[in-house]
């Protein structure tokens, strides 16, 4: 029997399912997809509403008390719409990062690629955008694509606040999360030692 993981995932509202039945946030809609796909892990959504990247390091010390065998990050969008210089915001990932490797040395990080909106100026949404694919090489984790890729902008996929995907949405925030997350996942299983062969001889309710 192969061993139940457990997959994190730490993030903003968008994680949390903000406006969304619990059961539609994103997260579980992957725990649908895995369970579909047969593979051995239970979701955790650990998202909180209006949390940055400063508040994600604050609770950083709670989320690691908790067992996880991969934990998704996504972290960044409301430092985003604070205009938080990119530059702290990458300090402040590669902390985390840092804190999550001296704690959880056996984990998977997989951390979503966020992106800021253009009214902060082209150069401020190309520098925040450089932060994650270089804070992701440099720290040794997976990077999973843009959240909200083929959501943002399009209202008839978003709640009436314009940025938290409706019920469609979400869907498709799923579907670009899966998309990457799956290979993952099955290396994860195909890494796992085989269960042990029963004794020769023995009977299957372990009566020799």
Request: zero cysteines.
């Amino acid at each position: 029997m192969n061993t139940r993981h457990t997959i994190l995932f730490a993030g903003t509202s968008l994680t949390a399912g903000l406006g969304l039945d619990p059961d539609s946030a994103y997260p579980m809609l992957i725990q649908q997809k895995i369970d579909s796909a047969g593979l051995p892990f239970t979701v955790v959504n650990a998202g909180v509403s209006g949390e940055t990247t400063s508040g994600l390091l604050d609770r950083l010390d709670w989320l690691l008390r908790a067992r996880f065998d991969v934990l998704v990050l996504e972290t960044g969008a409301n430092d985003g719409l604070r205009g938080i210089p990119p530059s702290t915001v990458k300090t402040n990932l590669e902390t985390a990062l840092d804190r999550i490797r001296a704690k959880r040395p056996d984990a998977r990080v997989l951390l979503v690629q966020m992106e800021a909106l253009p009214n902060l100026g082209a150069k401020y949404a190309a520098d925040f955008h450089a932060v994650y694919p270089a804070v992701a090489k440099d720290k040794g984790v997976t990077l999973l694509p843009f959240l909200l890729d083929g959501v943002a902008g399009h209202r008839d996929l978003n709640q009436g606040d314009g940025v938290h995907p409706n019920n469609r949405g979400e869907r498709i925030v799923a579907d670009n999360v899966w998309r990457a997350m799956q290979p993952v996942l099955d290396s994860i299983v195909r890494a796992q030692p085989p269960a042990p062969a029963p004794a020769v001889g023995s009977r299957p309710n372990g009566r020799g």
